[in-house]
């Protein structure tokens, strides 16, 4: 499961890029989607879920083990394991430290694609930690997304994608959950 969750984050890197010639960086309205995500010699199906007038996502790990959510808004995020009822702040640097890799990178716009029924425009990116590719719509909603970093690779591509309200209760912090430490003595 390690090995999905950080195939999905690096394939998930395209979407952090910032700049005035590429891909929208965040979706601009509400939006679930489904992926199947592989990585490590592991496959896995994985949702995340926007809410973008709040800039907030969620993502259901795989098999039901919990989510992470960051705050992109505010900066902060944090990640809930739902069988063990506790829940453990995560600083956004690094839920999203290939993002500062991104702010950089370098991107190259491809052609069009059809990906679970929906357009989006193939993205090449190079930046100094990673590369890879992605198709994004141009509402921001990153539909695939393959590519190396650090030494691992990873690729997910979308399945099921419905664009909806999101409640906003799928955000918030659990009540009632023992709060955890970073491993390693990081922030809390």
Known sequence: MRHAIAA???????????????????????????????????????????????????????????????DHANQRGFMVMEAMRMIMDVPMDQAAGYQKDLANARFTRGGTERIAGTACTVWRYQGQVGSGEACITADGVMLRGQGASQGQQG????????????????????????????PGGGLR
Do not use: C, K
């Not at 952090?16 to 979706?27: F, K, L, S, V």
């Not at 591509?157 to 959950?177: D, K």
């Open 8 to 70: 999905a984050l690096i394939a998930a890197l395209p979407v952090a890029a910032q700049a005035q010639d590429r891909p929208e960086i965040y979706p601009t309205r509400d939006v679930a989607v489904t992926y199947h995500v592989t990585g490590g010699g592991t496959g896995a199906e994985m949702t995340m879920l926007w809410s973008a007038a709040a800039r907030l996502m969620r993502m259901n790990m795989p098999g039901g083990a919990g989510y992470m959510v960051a």
């Open 155 to 182: 690729r997910m591509e979308a399945v099921r994608v419905v664009y909806a309200q999101q409640e906003p209760a799928l955000f918030r912090r659990p009540q009632g959950y023992q709060a955890m430490q970073v």
